[in-house]
């Protein structure tokens, strides 16, 4: 592969596999592909691949396209709000996701791709660790090419990706991807297409007799070529933005330190490895001390679904108290708990799930399996001695009941 990456670009396609070969596509100046290959970990790619332009492609199975309503033409704006945007619309925490952001849509919402950090931190590490850096990373969904009144789907080994629209799209199992597709028909609105191009490898597809649309199917000995050959589409959304935003840095300017940086990071390492390892130490005591705590405040409060809230609650309160020198308000908040604690943890099939100390009355949000749960608990505190308790609120939603229980201290 010599002097090919002067007029040349590297494809990479980052798969499901987390361990499995990397594929790769050479592409000439006008986007045909002249070799093919794969990578695998502990391999170092050709010296050509180093300094050749990399465009990554991810899976589209790993890459949620959506869609986002946020007020501000800002980008920087943007990119901060748009996790809190779509909170409702993900089933993850969006701590754990990596949101990029696409082009605004004629409806006023921007296009935007969400990804786990996990899944881009570990594609980036792999091809770092070959010696190779993406300038740019896009959804395989985004790279299939798209016509008007069409959409295009690509059937490759296990899995399928679709696109159906400038920057909208989905990624499925192969199998499944028939009766996922009648779903979203079924929810387009009146703006299904008229045909859909079917490119796949393998097998012929069967069971797309049912769908109401057109079917184009096309055989291909090479897709990922020929998907590798539209990665240059100016609506493909980019995901190395915000924390994973690429850098461009010419390597030549760089050479005449590497001898200095070396040696200043083998001083570096030197002096400060024993640091590293009592700072390692002291990490792993303050693991180990954080899950008692966590152990134990599940032993104390049963009844939470996450007993880290319940320590931040607990914390918060406490700094109240300190804050307050323990007042007769604080000490009846605290003397209720304790009165109403054993009850509560009789009632196993309850569950905490927020408390609130207003004016000298407790009140409890519950979730429970049904109204009678809750309203046996309430008789059940009121036959304490000095606490009456009453159902302020209660709702249903499916097989979980929801409602507020108001505490108050008897006047004795």
Same mark, same amino acid.
Request: aromatic fraction near 6%; include cysteine.
């Given at each position: 592969?010599?002097?090919?990456?002067?007029?040349? /670009? %590297? @494809?990479?396609?980052?798969?499901?596999? &987390?361990?499995?070969?990397?594929? !790769?596509?050479? +592409?000439? #100046?006008?986007?045909?592909?002249?070799?093919?290959?794969?990578?695998?970990?502990?391999?170092?790619?050709?010296?050509?691949?180093?300094?050749?332009?990399?465009?990554?492609?991810?899976?589209?199975?790993?890459?949620?396209?959506?869609?986002?309503?946020?007020?501000?033409?800002?980008?920087?704006?943007?990119?901060?709000?748009?996790?809190?945007?779509?909170?409702?619309?993900?089933?993850?925490?969006?701590?754990?996701?990596?949101?990029?952001?696409?082009?605004?849509?004629?409806?006023?919402?921007?296009?935007?791709?969400?990804?786990?950090?996990?899944?881009?931190?570990?594609?980036?590490?792999?091809?770092?660790?070959?010696?190779?850096?993406?300038? /740019? %990373? @896009?959804?395989?969904?985004?790279?299939? &090419?798209?016509?008007?009144?069409? !959409?295009?789907? +690509?059937? #490759?080994?296990?899995?399928?990706?679709?696109?159906?629209?400038?920057?909208?799209?989905?990624?499925?199992?192969?199998?499944?991807?028939?009766?996922?597709?009648?779903?979203?028909?079924?929810?387009?609105?009146?703006?299904?297409?008229?045909?859909?191009?079917?490119?796949?490898?393998?097998?012929?597809?069967?069971?797309?007799?049912?769908?109401?649309?057109?079917?184009?199917?096309?055989?291909?000995?090479?897709?990922?070529?020929?998907?590798?050959?539209?990665?240059?589409?100016?609506?493909?959304?980019?995901?190395?933005?915000?924390?994973?935003?690429?850098?461009?840095?010419?390597?030549?300017?760089?050479?005449?330190?590497?001898?200095?940086?070396?040696?200043?990071?083998?001083?570096?390492?030197?002096?400060?490895?024993?640091?590293?390892?009592?700072?390692?130490?002291?990490?792993?005591?303050?693991?180990?001390?954080?899950?008692?705590?966590?152990?134990?405040?599940?032993?104390?409060?049963?009844?939470?679904?996450?007993?880290?809230?319940?320590?931040?609650?607990?914390?918060?309160?406490?700094?109240?108290?300190?804050?307050?020198?323990?007042?007769?308000?604080?000490?009846?908040?605290?003397?209720?708990?304790?009165?109403?604690?054993?009850?509560?943890?009789?009632?196993?099939?309850?569950?905490?799930?927020?408390?609130?100390?207003?004016?000298?009355?407790?009140?409890?949000?519950?979730?429970?399996?049904?109204?009678?749960?809750?309203?046996?608990?309430?008789?059940?505190?009121?036959?304490?001695?000095?606490?009456?308790?009453?159902?302020?609120?209660?709702?249903?939603?499916?097989?979980?009941?929801?409602?507020?229980?108001?505490?108050?201290?008897?006047?004795?």
């Amino acid at each position: 592969m010599s002097n090919l990456a002067a007029s040349t /670009r %590297l @494809v990479l396609f980052l798969r499901d596999d &987390p361990a499995g070969p990397l594929p !790769w596509v050479w +592409l000439d #100046h006008s986007g045909q592909a002249i070799e093919r290959g794969q990578l695998r970990d502990g391999e170092e790619p050709a010296a050509d691949m180093a300094g050749a332009p990399v465009v990554a492609i991810a899976s589209g199975t790993q890459v949620m396209l959506a869609s986002a309503s946020v007020p501000t033409r800002n980008r920087q704006k943007l990119l901060q709000a748009l996790p809190y945007a779509m909170e409702d619309q993900l089933a993850e925490d969006v701590e754990a996701l990596h949101f990029a952001l696409g082009q605004r849509q004629a409806d006023g919402e921007w296009a935007v791709a969400v990804v786990a950090r996990a899944w881009l931190d570990q594609w980036l590490q792999r091809l770092t660790a070959m010696g190779l850096t993406p300038q /740019r %990373l @896009v959804p395989d969904i985004l790279c299939l &090419p798209l016509k008007t009144d069409s !959409w295009c789907a +690509l059937l #490759h080994g296990e899995v399928a990706s679709v696109r159906t629209g400038n920057q909208t799209g989905f990624g499925a199992d192969r199998d499944n991807l028939p009766m996922l597709l009648e779903t979203v028909l079924d929810e387009s609105s009146g703006q299904s297409p008229q045909e859909l191009r079917l490119v796949y490898d393998g097998p012929a597809p069967t069971g797309w007799s049912e769908l109401p649309l057109s079917i184009n199917a096309e055989p291909m000995r090479q897709p990922l070529a020929w998907l590798a050959a539209h990665t240059d589409d100016s609506q493909a959304i980019d995901l190395l933005q915000g924390d994973y935003a690429a850098t461009t840095v010419d390597r030549t300017l760089l050479r005449p330190w590497f001898a200095v940086a070396a040696l200043f990071l083998a001083w570096v390492v030197v002096t400060s490895g024993f640091l590293w390892l009592e700072q390692r130490d002291l990490e792993q005591r303050l693991t180990a001390l954080d899950a008692a705590v966590v152990e134990s405040m599940q032993e104390v409060f049963p009844q939470a679904s996450d007993p880290r809230q319940a320590r931040d609650r607990l914390q918060s309160r406490l700094n109240q108290l300190q804050a307050g020198g323990g007042n007769q308000a604080d000490d009846g908040l605290l003397d209720t708990l304790r009165r109403i604690g054993p009850i509560l943890q009789q009632n196993e099939a309850i569950r905490i799930s927020g408390l609130s100390w207003r004016g000298g009355n407790l009140e409890i949000e519950l979730r429970g399996d049904s109204l009678q749960q809750l309203d046996r608990l309430s008789r059940d505190i009121n036959s304490a001695d000095g606490i009456s308790a009453e159902v302020r609120s209660a709702t249903s939603d499916d097989d979980v009941v929801s409602g507020r229980l108001l505490v108050r201290r008897s006047s004795s």
